[in-house]
C-alpha cells in the first residue's frame, strides 16, 4: 500500500468539527463574524449575501459601515460557498443529520477505511477532518494499492473506529449529529424501496435541473449533484437508503455522472436494480429471475401441462445458476413485481420431474412459497424440509422454516435453522427468540410445571414458552412476522398512506410504515387476523389458537385511566360503553401515565385477564369528543388512519383577514434613503427613528401589523407575512421610491417552515419524534413578536367566554362550575401546561383569568 497523502490538520473540538480558531475568549474581529455566519446559515438554511450581513448587522455582530468590508470577509470563511442560486450555504451545516451509506468491501475492512467516492464525497470534498462519536477523528488520504492506479479519497479512524466483524458487502451507514460522526453496520433489508425510489428521483431531478453541467459547462460532479440536491429537497438521506452509487444506478446515471440512458428509469431497470440490491445478484442472476418470471406468466396465459425437457434444462439452469435466484423468484408473486402464484405454482408442477440435487432444493424452495401464497403452512413445511434435505446450504430454506418453527413455539429449533442460515446475531428474530431462551425456568424436564397446571414441565410450558399470559408478546411477534411477508406488506401500503396523510411525504410515510396503530388496526379492523388465523393457525399452539380466536371483532375504544401501578397494571374506563377493565400492562407505557389521561387502544383477553394490543396511542382532552363521535360511525381501517393523520397534522395558520400565512421578504437598492423615508411616510406609520414603516390593520378593535418595510442606508427591506401583501408593498415601493431595483425576494409556507423544524429539530431522529412549537417567537423581528403576544393574551381573554365544543358546548368559565366538567377542563389545562411553548397559549394565564389558584 502507498499513502499518497496524509493530512495531519488537527480540528478542535468546538461543538462538533470545525475550523481551526482560537479560544472562545481570545476570538478576533474576524472570527467572531465567521462563527455568526456559521451560526447563522446553521440555523437559517441558505441565505443570499445581503440577507447574511443584514442579520449580521441586525444581531450587533458588525455595524452598518462594516458592510463592505463583511462583504471581502465571507469570502475568506472556510466551507462557505454559493450554490447555484447565488445563496450562499456553510456546508458542514448541510451534512449534519444526514445518514450516507456506504458497502463495504474487502479491501476497505482490512485497511480500516472508507473510500469516499462517490458515497461519501460530500464529506472529503467539502467537510474538514470529522471528530468521532467515540473519540479521536476522520481525516481524508488518497490511496491506492498498486494493482489500480487510480488514487482514492478515503477515510482513515482510530484503530476500531469502524463497526467489528464487517464482511465484504455489509453496509455501513455514516451519520453526523453535533459535529460528530458516528459509523454503524445497518441490515441492508431495512433500506425501504419507495424511500430509495423517491431519493433518487430526487437526485435525478436536480440533474435535470441543472442541465447535467457544473458551473463552467462541464459534467457535473457528484459532490456538487449532493449539494444542490440537499438544498433543493430538505428530506433527503434524513434516514438511512442505499448507497449513492446503487441510487445513480437506479436513476440511470453511472458513477461519472456524464452518461444517462433512457430518459426514465423504466420498471425492468427498477425491478433489475432491486434485485441486485436486496438480493445480491449480479447481472446474470437478475436476468435469470426476470427470464423464469416472463415463463410463468407465459405458461399460466397458455395454461400449459407439458415441457418439452430441453426447455426445462435451461429453465433449471438459470435457477442452478445463484442460490438467490430461488429467493428472489419466490418474492416476486407475492409483492408488486411478480406474475402470481398461479403462474409460479404451473411453472413448479412442471419442473419437478426433471429437477435433481440441489436444484431440486431450490424448486423446494419456490413451492415453499406458493403454499404460503395459498395458506397451506403444512405443505410449505414439508417443501422446506425437503429443500434443506436436498440442499443443506440453502440459506433461504433454513430462514423460512425458522418462521415457521417460530410459530410453533419451538424457539430453540428456529434459531437452530437461523444460524445454520448465517443470520447475525444482532438480528432482531435472533435476538427475541435468544432471550426468550435465556428466560426460561430453571426446573427439570420431569418437575413439575411452574404455571401450576399439574402436569410435568416438558409435558406444558416447556413446548409452548410459559403460561399464555406471558406469550402474549411473543404471540404478537407472530402475527408481526405474517404481516412482514410481501404478500401482506404490498396490501399493507394504502393504510400506511392514510396513516400518513401525505403520500408524497417520503419521511412520513417511513414513520407511518413503523406506527404500530398501523399494523393494529390491519389486524382488526381490516380482519386480517382471520387470515392469520387461517394461513398460519395450524401450527400454533392449541391455546394460543383459541385464543387468537377469542380477539377477532374486539373494538378500539377510547378509554380513561382511573388507577394506575406503574409497570403492573392500568385501571380503564371505557368512555364509549360505561365499562371498566383492569389490564395486565405491558405496551402503554404505564410508568408515564397518570388518572386522567386517555388511550385510543383495543384491550383483549390474555387467557387470565386483559392485555391492551399494539398501537396505543395517547389522545389530547380537546379531542376526546370528537373521537368519540367518529367512532360511532364505525370506521374503517383506513378512515382510522387517516383520522389519526389529521390529529398529527399542523395547523392551517392564517392572518387575521384570513389569508395564507407564507412569510415573505423583498430586498430593494435604493438610490436616496431620505427620498425612500419621505415617501414611505406618505402610506406608512413610521416608528421613532424614523427609518421604520408599519402597515396597520384594525380587527375587532385590535390593531394588527400587516407588515414592515425597513430603509438601512441605500437597501429597503419588507418583511409580511402573505404574499398579497408582498405583492401590495412591492407595487408601493416601485410607485413611490425613486430608483428602486429589487434584489431578491423569498416566500415560504408557514407549513413547510414548521415542517422543516419538526424535522431538523427532533429530539431523537431514529424515532423522528417532533419537538413542540410551530415557530420560534424569540427569533421573530420585535413588531412580530409583540404583535403574538398581544394576539395570544387578547384570545386568551376571549377564549375563556367562548363556547368550547369540548366542553359540551360551554364556556371554560361554566365548565369550571360545572361538576360535569371541572375535571376535563382541569385535565385540559395540565396536558397544555405539560405541551406548552413559545407561542402558546398559557395555562398560567388562564388560570389566573379564571381564578384557579396557580398550581
Known sequence: MVDDHHDDRHTPELDGWQEPLSEPDDLDADEVVALAVRSILATDGPLPEADLIDRLI????????????????LWDIPRLMPIRDGRLVHLPALAEGRTFTHRMTGAEIADQRL???PDLSLYVTFIPPLPLEGGGEA???HWHDHTDQERLPSLFGPPG???DDLEAGDVVACRIDAGRLRVTRIDQNTLDPEATEHTAEHLRATYDALDGSNRVGGPIDEPELLLETVVRYPTVFRRPVPPIAELLAVTGLDEDLDDWAAPHAGADELQAAWFQRAYGLDEHGTDAVRILIGTAELFEREQREDLPADMADNLLQMLASDPAVAEALGDTHQGSLGSGAAGLARLVRLLRPYARG??????ALLEARVAEVFGDAAAGEAALRRAIQLDP?????????????????DGAAALRHLRLAGVREDDEQVQRLTDRQTVRPLVGRNDPCPCGSGAKFKKCCER???PLPDRIDALFDKISMYMSRPLQRAELMPLVEARAGDASDQERLIAAIGDPLVFDVALFEGEWLEDFLDDRGSLLPADERDLVATWIGAPRSLYEV?????GEWLELLDLRSGERVTVREQRAGSTRLKTGDALFTRVVPDGVGFQLTTGVAPIPVQHREALLAFLDTSPSAAEICGWMAALAAPPTLATMEGEPTVFCTAQYAIDDPDQATAALRDRYEADPDGRVFVDWVEVDGNRWGRGTLEVDGTRLRITTNAEARLDRFKAVVEEVVAGATLLDESRRAAAELLAERQRGASDDPATGEAPGGLVDVDAMPDEFRQAVESHLRSYERSWVDESIPMFGGLTPRQALEDPTRREQLLAFLDEMEREEVPGSMSARRIRQLLGIGLL
Not at 382511573?562 to 406503574?566: G, K, L, N, T
Open 58 to 73: 441586525t444581531d450587533g455582530v458588525i455595524g452598518l459601515d462594516e458592510r463592505d468590508l463583511t462583504e471581502d470577509l
Open 115 to 117: 473510500t469516499c467516492n
Open 139 to 141: 481525516i481524508e488520504r
Open 161 to 163: 473506529w469502524l463497526p
Open 358 to 363: 440441489r436444484v431440486a432444493g431450490a424448486l
Open 393 to 409: 446450504n440453502l440459506e433461504a430454506a433454513h430462514e423460512d422454516l425458522a418462521w415457521y418453527l417460530e410459530d410453533r413455539g
Open 464 to 466: 409452548t414458552g410459559g
Open 562 to 566: 382511573v388507577a394506575v401501578d406503574p
